[in-house]
């Protein structure tokens, strides 16, 4: 709608994942090359945490695209909220573990991770080992969860069974896989997310707006500050409130974005810190 305003190509803020449009921070920088690393060496898993809105599902996506000749095929769990059975088998069927079986949780933890086990021999052998991404791990109550994640790495066995395991959460998915032993001994590292600087807030904004084709400085410096101060950093806050900044804008025919749409913004915005 306001695109052709501000001379964009399409909207810069959108929770679309391209790779053009993603902002290296250092901590999401850090955790990719782990994640590489990762992959490259066949370990078996890793845990990535952040605070709500810091772009842990968006990361997911960008590493994927960017790890695509390192890998095989991801099966993604966005809820993990299951018996130990279910997701088991939710993994083995996303994997493509049946074969000519149509599999189902009533046949058996033992039985899915058997299938799943050949599945995941014949993905090494054609050298494609996979990735089990659960997102939201931290949302998992039961314990027996944790023990069948155990469980499905127990597979894993370098040249034969390879495939990576990483668990998406917030930062108590930490404490949690701590009271789980052979669990967290198992997972190679752990990186936390954190939410932008200043700096990186007025630099994530820029960046997002000239992978879209802007030629000119939108926002002023007083509005990338209010910005900051008002999403403390947090990357989904700063996509909502540049968002409807640049709708603003546009409807009131402005020629730069300033620290009072930023504010008036902001206190329209359901959850937004300066309506707190």
């Known amino acids: ?113 058997r299938r799943l086990e050949a599945r995941l021999t014949a993905l090494t052998a054609e050298h494609r080992p996979p990735v089990i991404s659960i997102d939201d791990a931290h949302l998992i109550e039961d314990r027996r969860v944790f023990e069948s994640l155990q469980s499905l790495l127990n597979l894993h066995r370098p040249g034969k069974t390879e495939f990576a395991l990483v668990l998406w959460g917030r930062p108590e998915l930490l404490g949690m896989l701590r009271r789980v032993h052979r669990l967290d001994e198992r997972l190679s590292f752990a990186c936390a997310l954190q939410p932008l600087t200043e700096p990186q807030t007025a630099e994530y904004v820029r960046h997002r707006l000239a992978a879209v084709g802007a030629g000119q400085p939108i926002f002023t410096d007083d509005a990338l500050r209010a910005v900051y101060e008002l999403s403390g950093g947090i990357p989904r806050q700063i996509n909502r409130l540049c968002e409807m900044a640049l709708l603003i804008g546009y409807a009131e025919r402005q020629s730069q974005i300033e620290r009072p749409q930023i504010e008036s913004v902001a206190d329209e915005l359901p959850g937004s810190q300066i309506a707190a």
């Not at 370990?43 to 890998?71: F, M, N, S």
């Open 1 to 113: 709608m306001y695109e052709n305003h501000w001379q964009l190509r399409r909207t810069p803020f959108s929770a679309a994942t391209r790779l053009e449009s993603f902002f290296p921070a250092p901590s999401q920088q850090a955790a990719l090359l782990k994640l590489r690393f990762l992959l490259q060496q066949q370990h078996e898993g890793a845990v990535i945490v952040a605070p709500a809105g810091c772009g842990k599902t968006y990361l997911a996506d960008i590493a994927w695209q960017l790890t695509a000749e390192d890998r095989g095929p991801v099966a993604s769990i966005q809820y993990p909220q299951l018996s130990p059975a279910e997701l088991i088998t939710d993994i083995a069927v996303r994997l493509d573990a049946g074969g000519d079986a149509q599999l189902d949780s009533s046949l058996g933890l033992d039985f899915v991770l």
